[in-house]
């Protein structure tokens, strides 16, 4: 009692000694009963409303949460400590420091009757507590958020969580996922570490006709497999062919042939459109966007629906739909079952015989909250699914089996749909999540969703020295000069769920400063998380630099090791975990490839750089001690403007690279194969699915885009400019043979492009229908796919063996 009492002095000689304040209007019998895991928190000084936030004092909060303040004068901020917590909360002020890091508060700290006062959301949610409120009892709930998410339980609940977010002003964000498989061993071949996209395998197929070796979808590690446009099982290609599937024999080379076509016509009511399909020995999976339109929404000239007078365009609800389609008749194929979730499909992965497909579904809570009929409203506000299992009318999910992510608050909710194919009969099972998510990551067990909040640039904060009237003056700062502005603050939050036979249950959260790249900045390993993170901005040379970060999480996503500030001023463009090893590469002006050492959790170390011309986008693994980079070429030079940076790197045509990292203190590029000028692109370069490698062939494929400058573009005295771009020259797949002893041997490109074509195209790229897509083999064939054919080449001559057209 006596520390107390101190604390409480101290808070008052801060009062004391704090210049002039802005009078606050208080209400304090407005303010609702406060409980704490069920019971109700004794508070010595009332919470009071002020502008519309609860407020609490912070010695009252502290001690329901067994923790202590002290009062920090030098500062003039309160400190509150506890269970390796620390929350710093400077006087009269919009932000705070949670374990060291600036956060916004939404509201400020404010000094009231010889207290200080901080919004109680605001509080309870940084020592990791959900607040909510209870419309039945009219009292605010605090919770631990040790062991489940919050439910979102009620339609006023829904509504309080939405108008928050509204006023938060939170950021609008995407979801994308990536997966990868936890590691069973220590081996670099274990589970979590890259393969390549063989399938070495042969079986039989429905007709008993042998099938040979074949490749499968390059995916980031194996055991968890990722859609794609094209598919093979060894005897037939499946691919996503604008708003068809279609089925070809594909093997034998001389026996080609378009098998079906799957079509989805479209009407006035529905259409489906297909985006990503899967194949199994059993099934054809096919994934898309289901679109139903529907009637416009009545509305009067006031703005309120009336049901009288119609003004609204057409709009169209969608769903993230799966069907399922039997495989015995590939001339005929049979549906078996179709999914939906309401909202935009995202992704999924097949884990065995699960299949996990995730939807967003956007919250449209400005139109619901005019109409007059309440029951519809809520209605619409809740998600929904179908499962043809279980008829053909959708189910809506109450609102007390919805959750939500208490830190990636968002107007959208995140649907997760699992179906166990081996009991097609089964409804699906879902779980529905009131949030947002930028990345979603899977291993065989775990399922994380992670999403990166985005703080508002704002200055420095206010501090006055004692004596100071409220004019806004802040210290060394003479006669008011502009304070510097701060950069965003970044920190991305991950959401843990196991994964139970098709039904993620919440585990745990966790937080990273800064923010993600792509799948590829994930990785679970041996019971730990990893991720690579970017934080501050490019171009900038004070506290607000870019710098880049790699952090190791524990089974409970609480931090175990880092590695922070690595290549200030540059940006991550690529990173690839490897078993104990991470490869990251940022890019300024050169390309440092890292290579980190992450053996011992806890201690994670830089071990070597190369720095060379050029970047990589995306890095593949070619054996424990090699790694293959695709990017592009650099070509750096002297920036004549005075008020820029000295030099600027131009990228120029395509580069891959062979790095050997065998001393692992100093990685050496081994060889490198630069592909055209400035303009060549390939979709490796921003989607893995599109890379074909087999260490065991020594084959290396992939769709490129090739420009080239014309020899008329320059002179025998001088070189193309570096900001020269080249003419169209070819589209099609490369073929390469990779070695250790070699490198890179061209061997030559495929092209569904006739002379004529090439004759016929301009300096920029269009190859319409016959865009190669893909590259895969089965047996001694190589295939490229293109929406308006499939050639068959020889593997070993690539000369072609057959084609057939697509209608």
């Given at each position: 009692m006596k520390k107390k009492g101190l604390v409480a002095g101290l808070l008052l000689?801060?009062?004391?000694?704090?210049?002039?304040?802005?009078?606050?209007?208080?209400?304090?019998?407005?303010?609702?009963?406060?409980?704490?895991?069920?019971?109700?928190?004794?508070?010595?000084?009332?919470?009071?409303?002020?502008?519309?936030?609860?407020m609490a004092s912070v010695r009252d909060l502290a001690k329901a949460l067994s923790m202590e303040v002290t009062w920090n004068a030098a500062e003039r901020l309160a400190v509150v400590t506890g269970n390796g917590f620390e929350l710093k909360l400077p006087l009269n002020s919009d932000y705070a420091y949670v374990n060291g890091k600036a956060n916004t508060i939404y509201g400020s700290t404010q000094m009231v009757d010889g207290s200080m006062y901080v919004p109680l959301r605001f509080f309870m949610e940084s020592a990791n507590h959900v607040v909510r409120w209870d419309s039945a009892t009219s009292s605010v709930n605090v919770t631990k958020q040790a062991d489940?998410?919050?439910?979102?339980?009620?339609?006023?609940?829904?509504?309080?969580?939405?108008?928050?977010?509204?006023?938060?002003?939170?950021?609008?964000?995407?979801?994308?996922?990536?997966?990868?498989?936890?590691?069973?061993?220590?081996?670099?071949?274990?589970?979590?570490?890259?393969?390549?996209?063989?399938?070495?395998?042969?079986?039989?197929?429905?007709?008993?006709?042998?099938?040979?070796?074949?490749?499968?979808?390059?995916?980031?590690?194996?055991?968890?497999?990722?859609?794609?446009?094209?598919?093979?099982?060894?005897?037939?290609?499946?691919?996503?062919?604008?708003?068809?599937?279609?089925?070809?024999?594909?093997?034998?080379?001389?026996?080609?042939?378009?098998?079906?076509?799957?079509?989805?016509?479209?009407?006035?009511?529905?259409?489906?459109?297909?985006?990503?399909?899967?194949?199994?020995?059993?099934?054809?999976?096919?994934?898309?966007?289901?679109?139903?339109?529907?009637?416009?929404?009545?509305?009067?000239?006031?703005g309120g629906v009336t049901g009288k007078k119609m003004i609204l365009p057409m709009r169209?609800?969608?769903?993230?739909?799966?069907?399922?389609?039997?495989?015995?008749?590939?001339?005929?194929?049979?549906?078996?079952?179709?999914?939906?979730?309401?909202?935009?499909?995202?992704?999924?992965?097949?884990?065995?015989?699960?299949?996990?497909?995730?939807?967003?579904?956007?919250?449209?809570?400005?139109?619901?909250?005019?109409?007059?009929?309440?029951?519809?409203?809520?209605?619409?506000?809740?998600?929904?699914?179908?499962?043809?299992?279980?008829?053909?009318?959708?189910?809506?999910?109450?609102?007390?089996?919805?959750?939500?992510?208490?830190?990636?608050?968002?107007?959208?909710?995140?649907?997760?749909?699992?179906?166990?194919?081996?009991?097609?009969?089964?409804?699906?099972?879902?779980?529905?999540?009131?949030?947002?998510?930028?990345?979603?990551?899977?291993?065989?067990?775990?399922?994380?969703i992670a999403v990166t909040n985005y703080e508002q640039m704002r200055i420095q904060p206010m501090r006055m020295p004692a004596g100071d009237s409220a004019q806004g003056i802040r210290v060394g700062e003479p006669n008011g000069a502009s304070p510097p502005v701060e950069p965003p603050q970044q920190e991305t939050i991950i959401y843990q769920f196991g994964l139970n036979a098709g039904k993620g249950e919440y585990?745990?959260?966790?937080?990273?400063?800064?923010?993600?790249?792509?799948?590829?900045?994930?990785?679970?390993?041996?019971?730990?998380?990893?991720?690579?993170?970017?934080?501050?901005?490019?171009?900038?040379?004070?506290?607000?630099i870019s710098k880049n970060h790699v952090f190791?999480?524990?089974?409970?996503?609480?931090?175990?090791?880092?590695?922070?500030?690595?290549?200030?001023?540059?940006?991550?463009?690529?990173?690839?975990?490897?078993?104990?090893?991470?490869?990251?590469?940022?890019?300024?002006?050169?390309?440092?490839?890292?290579?980190?050492?992450?053996?011992d959790p806890a201690e994670p170390k830089l071990l070597g750089a190369l720095k060379i011309p050029g970047y990589s986008d995306y890095l593949h693994p070619y054996d424990e001690n090699h790694i293959i980079g695709f990017g592009k070429d650099t070509t750096e030079v002297d920036n004549k403007n005075p008020n820029g940076p000295q030099s600027i790197a131009y990228y120029q045509g395509m580069k891959v690279a062979l790095f050997d990292v065998t001393d692992v203190n100093n990685p050496k590029e081994k060889?490198?194969?630069?592909?055209?000028?400035?303009?060549?692109?390939?979709?490796?370069?921003?989607?893995?699915?599109?890379?074909?490698?087999?260490?065991?062939?020594?084959?290396?494929?992939?769709?490129?885009?090739?420009?080239?400058?014309?020899?008329?573009?320059?002179t025998n005295n001088s070189k193309k400019p570096a900001s020269a771009y080249g003419n169209f020259a070819f589209q099609g797949a490369y073929v390469y043979n990779l070695d250790l002893e070699k490198g890179f041997q061209f061997r030559g490109g495929i092209t569904h492009l006739t002379q004529e074509d090439l004759q016929k195209a301009g300096q920029y790229v269009y190859a319409g229908d016959k865009q190669v897509q893909r590259v895969l083999y089965i047996g001694e064939t190589l295939y490229t796919v293109s929406n308006g054919f499939i050639k068959a080449n020889d593997l070993s001559t690539l000369q072609e063996k057959n084609s057939v057209v697509i209608p």
């Open positions: 000689s801060a009062t004391i000694l704090t210049s002039a304040f802005v009078p606050v209007t208080t209400n304090a019998d407005q303010a609702p009963v406060v409980r704490f895991e069920g019971q109700p928190i004794a508070f010595s000084l009332q919470p009071k409303l002020i502008d519309g936030i609860l489940s998410l919050p439910v979102v339980g009620t339609y006023d609940h829904l509504v309080t969580l939405l108008t928050q977010n509204e006023s938060s002003g939170s950021a609008k964000v995407t979801l994308t996922t990536t997966t990868s498989k936890q590691a069973k061993s220590e081996s670099f071949g274990n589970a979590s570490a890259p393969t390549s996209d063989s399938v070495s395998v042969v079986v039989q197929d429905s007709a008993s006709v042998a099938v040979p070796s074949y490749s499968g979808t390059n995916v980031q590690v194996q055991g968890v497999d990722e859609s794609d446009v094209v598919k093979t099982d060894g005897k037939y290609i499946y691919t996503v062919n604008k708003q068809r599937i279609v089925v070809t024999q594909a093997y034998p080379a001389d026996q080609m042939k378009v098998l079906s076509i799957l079509d989805f016509p479209g009407n006035q009511d529905t259409q489906f459109q297909p985006s990503e399909i899967y194949v199994d020995d059993k099934y054809l999976i096919v994934l898309g966007n289901s679109y139903q339109n529907y009637k416009p929404i009545p509305y009067n000239s006031a169209s609800q969608g769903t993230a739909k799966v069907m399922v389609y039997d495989l015995t008749d590939r001339s005929s194929l049979k549906l078996l079952k179709e999914a939906e979730l309401e909202g935009n499909y995202v992704s999924s992965r097949k884990i065995g015989s699960s299949l996990y497909f995730i939807s967003n579904k956007y919250v449209n809570y400005y139109q619901y909250r005019e109409m007059t009929d309440k029951e519809e409203a809520k209605t619409g506000l809740v998600p929904a699914y179908r499962d043809s299992a279980a008829g053909d009318s959708f189910t809506s999910i109450p609102l007390n089996q919805v959750y939500y992510l208490p830190k990636a608050l968002d107007p959208n909710y995140v649907l997760i749909g699992g179906i166990n194919l081996n009991e097609l009969k089964q409804t699906m099972n879902v779980t529905s999540y009131l949030g947002s998510g930028q990345n979603v990551y899977a291993s065989e067990e775990n399922l994380y585990k745990h959260t966790g937080k990273v400063p800064g923010r993600l790249l792509n799948q590829f900045s994930m990785d679970e390993h041996n019971g730990h998380f990893r991720l690579a993170t970017t934080t501050g901005e490019m171009g900038r040379t004070d506290e607000g190791i999480l524990d089974a409970n996503l609480k931090e175990k090791g880092k590695i922070e500030n690595i290549a200030p001023g540059e940006r991550i463009y690529s990173t690839r975990f490897m078993g104990d090893r991470a490869y990251m590469v940022t890019f300024k002006n050169t390309d440092p490839l890292f290579v980190i050492d992450l053996k060889f490198k194969e630069l592909i055209g000028d400035r303009g060549t692109d390939s979709e490796v370069l921003h989607n893995h699915r599109a890379l074909l490698f087999n260490k065991e062939k020594n084959l290396l494929s992939f769709p490129v885009n090739v420009m080239k400058i014309d020899s008329n573009q320059t």
